[in-house]
Every structure is written in C-alpha cells, then in structure tokens.
C-alpha cells in the first residue's frame, strides 16, 4: 500500500523561505508520479509543481521561478523547495502520487493522483 507522508510546514514572515518534504512508500512500481499540490481556506486544491508522463518538472504559474522541486530517489523522498514565500501561499500543502498520461500543465490536475499524504499547514504572514 503507498504511503505518503510530508514534513516541514510552518510559519514565516513574507519573504522567507520553507523546505518541505514528502516519504514515499509501498511500491517500487516506476509508474507514479509524484507532485506537491495546496489547498487555501475556502478554495479549491491546485496543482504546485509534479512531474508529467515524459517525467517533465512542471510548475504551477503562481510558483515557477520562485519553488523548486527536487527528489532523492535513494531516500524515496520529494523536496519542496519554497522560496519568497507569499501571503498567497499560504495553505494546506500535499504531496501526492498517480499513475497516469498525461504532459505539461495537464499533470497538475489533483484528480489524477489516488495517493495522498496527510498535508502539513504553510502560514505566510505580511
């Protein structure tokens, strides 16, 4: 059974950076892929930055330049780089994983991955 769980959420001042983290377990099928979605109050979850079928880092409008995702594959672990850190972003971040076909921007959508981590809480205050 996949599981995933993330780490490294907090609370920072605008302007400052946060490193989350996402454990992946339960399977060694090279199929998943694996990405960081958000969820603000009152909105609906979106797409941060995954990886697409040809295995393409796509970022979300919002965060490219700014968020960088990374993975060490030997650990089983996906990093979420964030920094400038925004009110904006602030959110219940996720990491997830699906098995899907889909390229670019097409991969951010959340209801292709099946597997979900608890969330850990972003707060970006002004």
């Known amino acids: 059974q996949v599981q995933l769980v993330e780490s490294g959420g907090g609370s920072v001042q605008a302007g400052e950076s946060l490193t989350l983290s996402c454990t992946f377990s339960?399977?060694?099928?090279?199929?998943?892929?694996r990405g960081w979605f958000r969820q603000a109050l009152g909105k609906e979850r979106e797409g941060v930055v995954t990886?697409?079928?040809?295995?393409?880092?796509v970022y979300a409008d919002s965060v490219r330049g700014r968020f960088t995702m990374s993975e060490v594959n030997a650990e089983n672990t996906l990093y979420l780089q964030m920094n400038s850190l925004k009110p904006e972003d602030t959110a219940m971040y996720y990491c997830?994983?699906?098995?899907?076909?889909?390229?670019?921007?097409?991969?951010?959508?959340?209801?292709?991955?099946?597997?979900w981590g608890q969330g850990t809480q972003v707060t970006v205050s002004s």
């Open positions: 997830a994983a699906g098995i899907f076909v889909r390229w670019g921007r097409d991969a951010l959508n959340p209801v292709l991955y099946k597997t």
């Open positions: 339960g399977s060694t099928d090279t199929r998943y892929r």
């Open positions: 990886k697409d079928s040809a295995l393409n880092t």
